[in-house]
């Protein structure tokens, strides 16, 4: 089981942290990820990290604005989100996969956890 929380609205500039805490079956989640879908739009791949921690890969969209952390101890990943742009404004989900090469497509993500809403004001 995965649960998100962290979202809630900050002004354009502004940093969030979301966390996404594993529980249940965690040998599982090889990889986790987290993407965000908004209103009319499809869902968006932001970043990733395997359990090792090495091999991050970002979205150009959140590339040096983002920082996806893991601690393997809480079981816990993070996404410190930084310089948050209107654009950013989304539900954004958590999600893991057994499968060590799982990259920026959501189906090879079986595991999801349910959206925390992120809203960024002008």
């Known amino acids: 089981q995965l649960q998100a929380s962290g979202g809630g609205l900050v002004q354009a500039g502004g940093s969030l942290r979301l966390s996404c805490a594993a529980s249940?079956?965690?040998?599982?989640?090889?990889?986790v990820g987290w993407f965000r879908q908004s209103p009319g739009k499809e869902r968006e791949f932001v970043a990733r990290i395997p359990r090792s921690g090495t091999g991050t890969y970002y979205a150009d969209s959140v590339k040096g604005r983002f920082t996806i952390s893991r601690d393997n101890a809480e079981n816990t990943v993070y996404l410190q989100m930084n310089s948050l742009k209107p654009e950013d404004t989304a539900v954004y989900y958590c999600?893991?996969?057994?499968?060590?090469?799982?990259?920026?497509?959501?189906?090879?993500?079986?595991?999801w956890g349910q959206g925390t809403q992120v809203t960024v004001s002008s």
């Open positions: 999600s893991a996969a057994a499968y060590v090469y799982a990259m920026q497509k959501g189906e090879d993500y079986p595991y």
């Open positions: 249940g079956r965690t040998n599982s989640y090889r990889v």
